[in-house]
């Protein structure tokens, strides 16, 4: 049966639609020796579809996994400038992974990675605004802190307001639960520069109402459960 191009290409765990089609667009999608067009369709099962010349593999069993990202690893499977990645974390899965959304290299905690694009794709678009709540700890005034639960302009965007517990504090320093609803580049260090705070520790425990499993060690992944697996399609 003849489907999308990108929908295929998505379906075969190289990468999410999007990125598919951003490599069709450039050309580096072919389709029977020929080059592929956005909204091309082909049949996974006759045709002979290539990637950068590389033919693409049929399906592959879907893997799920919970990383709890360690500090001073790169989101990414590869970095030119040859720092730590979280690819060399979960190599013992025997599968290719990709990390689903970003932390920053100075953040650890809860990161889902999946060879499942389409998945990827709905939990990482905009328009879909998947919760992701943080712990975060800061020093500076802490008369300051209701202000990060104010709406603010982060790189000309207003983002919208975050939800901010006080979990303990001391002196000038505190520990935050910070529950945000955009998943923009650091925006969480980017809302407490802008009202004058260092940020000394920050974790990522849940996405959604998926929680950083507390057994989990710094740097080990497990498995996803097929009901968190469900749930996440769900969002």
Same mark, same amino acid.
């Given at each position: 049966?003849?489907?999308?191009?990108?929908?295929? #290409?998505?379906?075969?765990?190289?990468?999410?639609?999007?990125?598919?089609?951003?490599? @069709?667009?450039?050309?580096?999608?072919?389709? =029977?020796?020929?080059?592929?067009? @956005?909204?091309?369709?082909?049949?996974?099962?006759?045709?002979? #579809?290539?990637?950068?010349?590389?033919?693409?593999?049929?399906?592959?069993?879907?893997?799920?996994?919970?990383?709890?990202?360690?500090?001073?690893? $790169?989101?990414?499977?590869?970095?030119?400038?040859?720092?730590?990645? $979280?690819?060399?974390?979960?190599?013992?899965?025997?599968?290719? $992974?990709?990390?689903?959304?970003?932390?920053?290299?100075?953040?650890?905690?809860?990161?889902?990675?999946?060879?499942?694009?389409?998945?990827?794709?709905?939990?990482?678009? &905009?328009?879909?605004?998947?919760?992701?709540?943080?712990?975060?700890?800061?020093?500076?005034?802490?008369? =300051? @802190? &209701?202000?990060?639960?104010?709406?603010?302009?982060?790189?000309?965007?207003?983002?919208?307001?975050?939800?901010?517990?006080?979990? =303990?504090?001391?002196?000038?320093?505190?520990?935050?639960?910070?529950?945000?609803?955009?998943?923009?580049?650091?925006?969480?260090?980017?809302?407490?520069?802008?009202?004058?705070?260092?940020?000394?520790?920050?974790?990522? @425990?849940? $996405?959604?109402?998926?929680?950083?499993?507390?057994?989990?060690?710094?740097?080990?992944?497990?498995?996803?459960?097929? =009901?968190?697996?469900?749930?996440?399609?769900?969002?």
């Amino acid at each position: 049966m003849k489907e999308r191009v990108q929908k295929i #290409i998505a379906q075969s765990g190289l990468c999410s639609r999007r990125m598919a089609e951003n490599l @069709i667009l450039q050309g580096k999608v072919t389709i =029977n020796g020929r080059k592929a067009t @956005i909204g091309a369709h082909a049949d996974p099962t006759r045709d002979h #579809i290539c990637v950068d010349g590389k033919p693409l593999h049929g399906k592959e069993q879907k893997r799920y996994l919970m990383l709890y990202k360690p500090r001073g690893f $790169v989101t990414t499977m590869k970095d030119e400038r040859g720092r730590k990645n $979280v690819s060399q974390l979960v190599k013992k899965c025997n599968c290719r $992974v990709y990390p689903v959304g970003r932390l920053d290299v100075d953040s650890e905690g809860l990161l889902i990675m999946t060879n499942d694009g389409e998945l990827t794709q709905r939990l990482t678009h &905009p328009s879909h605004e998947v919760t992701k709540t943080y712990a975060v700890t800061i020093r500076g005034n802490l008369e =300051n @802190i &209701p202000k990060l639960s104010e709406p603010m302009d982060i790189d000309g965007y207003t983002i919208r307001p975050a939800d901010v517990f006080i979990m =303990n504090q001391k002196e000038n320093q505190a520990r935050l639960q910070i529950r945000i609803h955009e998943g923009r580049n650091r925006q969480i260090r980017k809302m407490c520069e802008q009202c004058g705070f260092s940020v000394h520790r920050l974790k990522r @425990i849940s $996405v959604g109402k998926l929680d950083l499993d507390s057994s989990l060690a710094v740097g080990k992944w497990r498995d996803l459960t097929q =009901n968190e697996i469900s749930y996440l399609r769900s969002l």
